[in-house]
């Protein structure tokens, strides 16, 4: 049972404009949330993260959001580039335990110039 | 400092055939960790470890051997590979329990 999913397998939007990509999950005891971004044939590389006691993580032109309470983050890309284009995995964990990354399925972003 | 590498980037096999993947990390890194990406599915982790000589069971063991005789190299192995096995397996590696993982660029697997 997938406990951390991204239900938009692709995104499109115009170079300049915000991409907001999404990830919803199920167990409560996450607690650490982690954006990857992946380019083909390239393993997934770290782009941000955000630890349950925050709302909000800003990283340039990243910022992730993190809704305990409806159990959604989402990224936030602005302005988007067409470097940007690439594959963006949502991931999870809990701090306790193992780092036992629990994935999304990945959004695929196209960036238009 | 070439991060973490992946030994080989494809490889075909025959059901039945086994095979050793290799991964290497010049980071000093102490946990390391084996995942598989599948069409429709997020990246599961298969085995990971925590020190040299350390391994532990992941989400999808199943059909999987690990070994960790050093601590810059994890490896992972298939005994009797399955077309089921047939996937894309990342390698990365972590310095602590809740640091950044880095990943290897991918091992390309198909069994037929």
């Known amino acids: 049972d997938q406990q951390v999913k991204q239900n938009s397998p692709s995104l499109s939007v115009q170079e300049g404009r915000i991409s907001i990509l999404n990830c919803d999950y199920t167990?409560?005891?996450?607690?650490?949330f982690l954006w990857y971004k992946k380019y083909p044939a390239e393993g997934p590389t770290f782009l941000i993260s955000?630890?349950?006691?925050?709302d909000k993580n800003e990283d340039g032109r990243f910022t992730v959001f993190l809704n305990k309470s409806a159990k959604h983050l989402s990224l936030h890309i602005v302005p988007s580039q067409p470097g940007d284009s690439a594959v963006y995995f949502c991931?999870?964990?809990?701090?306790?335990?193992?780092?036992?990354?629990?994935f999304g399925t990945g959004t695929r972003l196209t960036v238009i110039p | 400092n070439a991060g973490v590498t992946q030994t080989p980037k494809f490889r075909v096999l025959k059901t039945g055939q086994s095979m050793t993947l290799l991964c290497a990390q010049d980071?000093?890194?102490?946990?390391m960790y084996w995942y598989r990406q599948d069409p429709g599915m997020g990246l599961r982790l298969i085995h990971y470890?925590?020190?040299?000589?350390?391994?532990a069971k992941g989400e999808v063991p199943d059909g999987y051997n690990v070994s960790r005789l050093k601590k810059q190299n994890f490896l992972l192995g298939l005994e009797s590979a399955a077309p089921s096995q047939t996937s894309v397996y990342f390698c990365?590696?972590?310095?602590?329990?809740?640091?950044?993982?880095?990943f290897g660029p991918g091992t390309r697997l198909t069994v037929l």
């Open positions: 990365a590696s972590s310095q602590g329990w809740t640091d950044t993982q880095y």
């Open positions: 167990n409560s005891m996450f607690d650490y």
């Open positions: 955000i630890s349950s006691i925050k």
């Open positions: 991931a999870a964990s809990g701090l306790t335990g193992a780092n036992n990354l629990f």
């Open positions: 980071m000093n890194h102490e946990y």
């Open positions: 470890s925590v020190g040299e000589g350390t391994t």
